[in-house]
Each structure stands twice: as structure tokens, then as C-alpha cells.
């Protein structure tokens, strides 16, 4: 069930440091349009088997450097010369596997439609980008997103939410080596493993259309649940738009296993998770506080006091602890002797679309439509044809 529930979380994260690209108004080709999807990063080695004819080619000069019938299973390694694809060697830094038509690409036991890019990085490890259709790309998350059983008006407004966010990365983050992770930070993509005859079906269905803002695309966030009221975009960063405002009442998400949540904290976990990911020591923990909220009551930092004081943001400390472990920042603290209570509501960052209340609200018979425009007011649902299409700017964006 956790698969399912998996949000987009905060989506630039994935995009920290490199920059603020500035792809205000790309314009949309007409064609089929492709994104990028990072499905391995920093790993020393991946498994690689395709079923069919392929060639691999030079990602530098486009020259096929083999060509071959069938790929039984090998391993890929980043080696300082190069790329080690089972024994053989390719003096190159990137490598693309481009399978024909009826072929099938197997990357650590995934199967991935599109074509592969194998990236051997300066620390000798090895950047795996997933060239896929969009719509492709989307079949592959929409199902691990959302349960396919849910109502199909729910699933079809997810699945526009999830092809807006996927756009806006895809044509606001032109300039770096791919648009998106296939993990939380991003969106959770499975590639044709992934998929499901029933979500696919909605992809299908909905194919080509999107949200829009003043005639601009922009990160259509989505989020498991949000425990009665959604959060404004802003919290998390800059985007400051009237779709991503939240403040949106949403009892509608009862039914969520995380609509209420309890954890209990020890002040030696918080300590050795302290220890663990900052290699600083603030034991004894002596006390943790709610230092400030946003304006619709989630976390915005928490103050850590023990040997030494540390402010975390909502987000550091939900990272801190995994965010598995500490479902949203919407939450209290309570001490127990040695021990705090977290009583917290919802899954993810609150803000945009939350998945079980539109799960709910298709159930009561709100239309895919009805339910975008309450999620994200003011944005309108549209089909994009051969028109140049605008994404709002990241203004802001560290
Ligand atoms: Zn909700």
C-alpha cells in the first residue's frame, strides 16, 4: 500500500544547485514529446539485459559502437577508462541503448519503454536517464501514485495533475541533464513494470491534457493526504500563483490511514539521527520545541536543545527522521519522560491536489474537472495541441 501513496514531494529539490533554468517560454514541439527521467544516480553498477535487436551508440558522436540481437543480463559498470558493459570496454562517458521497436530494455530488473542513457560521471559512478515518451512516462506513475482501483474520475485528475508537473519539469529544467527523478522527489515512475492495464487506460483517456495558470504551465503538486486543510506552495519555496495558495478545507480525506498519525520519538533517536546525517553530537537531547508554523498551522521549524541548539525547517526535520517515519509537518509534540509524542494529520506536504480527498469527492460524484478546480482554484483545464505553451518562471529557486 506504501507504493501508492507516494506524493511528489518537494519537486526542485530534485533540481537544487543546478541552477535556475530559464526556460520561461519554451516553446512545445508538435511532436511527441520526451522526457528524462533519472532512474539511477550514483550507483557504481547496474544491470542491463535487452530482449530483441538494439544498438548501443556513442552519446558524443551518435556512432553505433555494437550492435547485437540480444543482451543476455550483464552488468554495467563506470571504470575510470570508461564504461564496462560485462567485458567489454567503451573508452566513453556516456553510452545510449537504443533498443528497435519490438524490443525490450531490462534495467535492474525493470522494464523501461523509450531508450536508455548510460552516464559515466566524474566520481566514477554512473547517472542512468530513461528517454520515454511523455504519455509513456505517465503510465508508468500513475498507477504507482494512486491504487488503480480508485474512482476514475479521481484517477483522471490525478493523471492531468501528473502530466502539468511533468511538463512544467520538462520545459523549465531544459538545460540540465534530466527533468525528473523516478523516486519522491519527483514523481514515483516504474516504468513498464509499473504499469497497469486500468491506469493506463486514464492516461490514455486524458492524453494531452494539462493545467494551466494564466495561460502558463506550473508544478501541479499533489500529496497522499492532507489531514483537513491544504498548505500554500509558498511554505516550501517561491511559488507564489492562486492555484498552489491551498487554505483549501478538505475533510474529505477521512478515510486516509494517515489522516491522523501518532509517533513516539525517543531523545536517543533524535540524537543518533543528529549524530548520523549532521556528524555533530547534541546529546543529551533535552528538549524539542515547535519553534514557528506556517500560516495554516503545519511546522515551519522545530528547535532541537540539548549540548547545542538546533533549528531545523519542517522539511530538514521530517528528512531527519524519514519521511516515512514522520508523514507530514502538520503536527504537535507533547514530552513523555524520555520520550515526545508527535500527534500529527495527513501524508506529504499539503499542498495542491491531496489524493484521498479526490478520491472522495469522485465518489460523491464530482467530475475530474470539479475536482482540479477545487484543488487548484483558478487553473484551467486544457488540451495542448502545436501551440507554444509557457511555464511560469522559477523566480526564486535556490
Ligand atoms: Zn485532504
Redesign the pocket.
Known amino acids: 500500500m506504501r507504493s501508492f501513496l507516494m506524493t511528489v514531494m518537494l519537486g526542485w529539490v530534485a533540481g537544487a544547485g543546478q541552477g535556475v533554468a530559464a526556460a520561461e517560454s519554451a516553446a512545445l514541439p508538435s511532436k511527441t514529446l520526451w522526457i528524462r527521467v533519472a532512474v539511477v544516480r550514483n550507483q557504481p553498477q547496474v544491470d542491463l539485459a535487452i530482449h530483441g535487436r538494439f544498438r548501443l551508440v556513442a552519446s558524443n558522436t551518435a556512432d553505433v559502437v555494437r550492435e547485437g540481437s540480444h543482451l543476455p543480463r550483464v552488468a554495467v559498470r563506470a571504470v575510470p577508462e570508461g564504461i564496462l558493459v560485462g567485458e567489454e570496454r567503451f573508452a566513453l562517458s556516456g553510452l545510449r541503448v537504443e533498443p528497435t521497436r519490438d524490443a525490450t530494455i531490462n534495467l535492474n530488473g525493470q522494464q523501461l519503454r523509450g531508450i536508455v542513457e548510460i552516464v559515466r560521471q566524474k566520481d566514477v559512478s554512473l547517472l542512468v536517464i530513461n528517454h520515454v515518451a511523455l504519455e509513456d512516462y505517465l503510465q508508468g506513475v500513475l498507477s504507482k501514485e494512486a491504487p488503480s482501483y480508485w474512482p476514475a474520475e479521481a484517477l483522471r485528475a490525478l493523471a492531468i495533475a501528473a502530466r502539468t508537473y511533468a511538463l512544467f519539469q520538462r520545459l523549465s529544467k531544459a538545460s540540465v541533464d534530466y527533468d525528473v527523478t523516478s523516486d519522491v522527489l519527483s514523481q514515483v515512475y516504474a516504468g513498464k513494470t509499473g504499469e497497469k492495464w486500468r491506469t493506463n487506460r486514464i492516461v490514455q483517456e486524458t492524453s494531452g491534457f494539462i493545467l494551466l495558470y494564466q495561460g502558463q504551465a506550473f508544478p501541479a503538486f499533489y500529496h497522499s493526504?492532507?489531514?483537513?486543510?491544504?498548505e500554500d506552495a509558498q511554505v516550501m519555496g517561491s511559488f507564489d500563483l492562486a492555484p498552489l495558495k491551498g487554505s483549501?478545507m478538505?475533510?474529505?480525506?477521512?478515510e486516509?490511514p494517515f489522516?491522523r498519525w501518532q509517533r513516539r520519538v525517543t531523545a536517543a533517536d533524535l540524537a543518533w539521527a543528529v549524530k548520523q546525517q549532521r556528524g555533530t553530537s547534541i546529546w543529551p537531547v533535552t528538549d524539542l520545541e515547535i519553534a514557528g508554523r506556517t500560516p495554516s498551522g503545519r511546522v515551519a521549524q522545530v528547535r532541537l536543545r540539548g549540548s547545542k541548539v538546533l533549528v531545523l525547517s519542517g522539511y530538514e526535520f521530517r528528512q531527519l527522521l524519514g519521511f516515512s517515519t514522520i508523514r507530514s509537518t502538520a503536527f504537535s509534540v507533547t514530552p513523555e519522560g524520555e520520550a515526545f509524542l508527535l500527534r500529527g494529520q495527513?501524508w506529504g506536504h499539503?499542498v495542491g491536489l491531496?489524493q484521498?480527498?479526490a478520491a472522495e469527492l469522485a465518489r460523491r460524484g464530482l467530475r475530474a474537472r470539479e475536482i482540479l478546480s477545487f484543488y487548484y482554484p483558478q487553473a484551467d483545464v486544457v488540451r495542448w495541441g502545436d501551440v507554444p505553451l509557457r511555464v511560469i518562471p522559477r523566480q526564486g529557486v535556490p
Open positions: 493526504t492532507c489531514g483537513g486543510l491544504t483549501r478538505c475533510p474529505y480525506c477521512h486516509s489522516y495527513g499539503g491531496c484521498w480527498g
